[in-house]
């Protein structure tokens, strides 16, 4: 695939200061943006093998139903055809189901409530 150029879209709620690619990169301070960071890691990886390019553009919103039916941020920019694919992990909402096509799962999310009980004595 060399000389194809993907245009994707991340998702980043943090500033940042440097090189885009170097700080979804990076290792430290993993806890921050760390939806994207895991999915850029496995994309960068899909760049190596299959040696093709990115062009990557920046939203701070996974994207959510606007008063007028359509949508902002990543799921807004896939919906209008502006990307590719999305460089960042979205979860399945009902909403988004209908606009836009979703592909393999990259990410799991397993939750747990724990809820406890404090009794005097």
């Known amino acids: 695939m060399s000389g194809v150029v ?3 879209i991340a998702v980043l709620v943090n500033k940042f200061e440097g090189e885009l690619e170097e ?5 430290n ?7 994207t960071k895991f999915h850029s890691v496995l994309m960068n990886h899909c760049k190596e093998i299959y040696n093709f390019s990115l062009n990557f553009s920046l939203t701070d919103s996974w994207g959510f ?3 007028n039916g359509s949508f902002d941020g990543m799921t807004g920019a896939l919906q209008r055809k502006e990307v590719d694919f999305g460089g960042s992990v979205l979860f399945l909402k009902k909403d988004r189901v209908y ?4 592909g393999r799962s990259t990410w799991l999310l397993r939750y747990e409530i ?3 009980n404090i ?3």
């Open 6 to 8: 993907f245009k994707t």
């Open 23 to 27: 700080y979804i990169l990076k290792e």
């Open 29 to 35: 301070n993993y806890r921050v943006d760390s939806r």
């Open 65 to 67: 139903k606007l008063a």
């Open 99 to 102: 606009v836009i096509s979703h």
């Open 114 to 116: 724990i809820s406890y």
């Open 119 to 121: 009794c005097k004595l």
